[in-house]
Antibody, heavy 124, light 112 residues
C-alpha cells in the first residue's frame, strides 16, 4: 500500500522560505505515469493546487504561485520536496502531498493517494 | 483559464438524494475529466468519483457522477443519504491547455 508522509517545520517566519518534504513508501517515485503534487488548504477554506512534478522530472506550477514555488525530486530517497519563498500569513495552511495517476499521456486523473497533511503557520 | 464553481452548501435528510453541481466557466466540461473528492473534518480528501463517472473500489454505488454539456457542468449525486456522508465535497479537473490542476471551491453537505 502506497503511503505518503509530509515533514518539515510547522512554523515559518514571514519573508522566509517554507520547505516541506514528502516521503513515499510502498512504491517507487520513479514509476512511470504518475505525477507527484502539493496541495494546500488554508484553515476553513478550500483546496488549492500548488504544483506537481511528473515522473520524468517535468514540473507544473500554479500560475498564481509560480514565481515563488520550486518542486524537486530525490529518487535516491524516494522523496519529493516543496519550497515556497517569501511567505506571508496568507501562506498559512495545511499542506498535503499527493500522487496523481495518468492513464492517457497528458491527461492526469485524480489524486489517488494523499499524505495526512501538515499545518504550516507563518508568523513571527 | 477556467474556473470550477460549486454551491457553498447543500443539505438534505437521511435516505434522500442530493446532487452537487460543478460548473466550468469556459471551455467544454467534456474536454477534461472531472473528479470528485470527499473530505471529512481533519482528514485528507479521498476520491469518490474519477473520470466523470467512475467509482474507485470501496466507494458505495450510492455515489454517482455525470457531466452535462448543455449546462457545462458536472454533478455528483448521492442517493440514500447517510449521516456519514456529511462532509465537504470538491470537484477537480485538469487544464490541458495550460497544464494545471483546478479545484472547485467545495460544497459542504449537511445531512440532517
Amino acid at each position: 500500500q502506497l503511503q505518503l508522509q509530509e515533514s518539515g517545520p510547522g512554523l515559518v517566519k514571514p519573508s522566509e522560505t517554507l520547505s516541506l518534504t514528502c516521503t513515499v513508501s510502498g512504491g517507487s517515485i520513479s514509476s512511470s505515469s504518475y505525477y507527484w503534487g502539493w496541495i494546500r488548504q488554508p484553515p476553513g477554506k478550500g483546496l488549492e493546487w500548488i504544483g506537481s512534478i511528473y515522473y520524468s522530472g517535468s514540473t507544473y506550477y500554479n500560475p498564481s504561485l509560480k514565481s515563488r514555488v520550486t518542486i524537486s525530486v530525490d529518487t535516491s530517497k524516494n522523496q519529493f520536496s516543496l519550497k515556497l519563498s517569501s511567505v506571508t500569513a496568507a501562506d498559512t495552511a495545511v499542506y498535503y502531498c499527493a500522487r496523481a495517476r495518468e492513464e492517457i499521456v497528458g491527461a492526469p486523473l485524480d489524486f489517488d493517494y494523499w499524505g495526512q497533511g501538515t499545518l504550516v503557520t507563518v508568523s513571527s | 483559464n477556467f474556473m470550477l464553481t460549486q454551491p457553498h452548501s447543500v443539505s438534505e435528510s437521511p435516505g434522500k438524494t442530493v446532487t452537487i453541481s460543478c460548473t466550468r466557466s469556459s471551455g467544454s466540461i467534456a474536454s477534461n475529466y472531472v473528479q470528485w473528492y470527499q473530505q471529512r473534518p481533519g482528514s485528507a480528501p479521498t476520491t469518490v468519483i474519477y473520470e466523470d463517472n467512475q467509482r474507485p473500489s470501496g466507494v458505495p454505488d450510492r455515489f454517482s457522477g455525470s457531466i452535462d454539456s448543455s449546462s457545462n457542468s458536472a454533478s455528483l449525486t448521492i442517493s440514500g443519504l447517510k449521516t456519514e456522508d456529511e462532509a465537504d465535497y470538491y470537484c477537480q479537473s485538469y487544464d490541458s491547455s495550460n497544464p494545471r490542476w483546478v479545484f472547485g471551491g467545495g460544497t459542504k453537505l449537511t445531512v440532517l
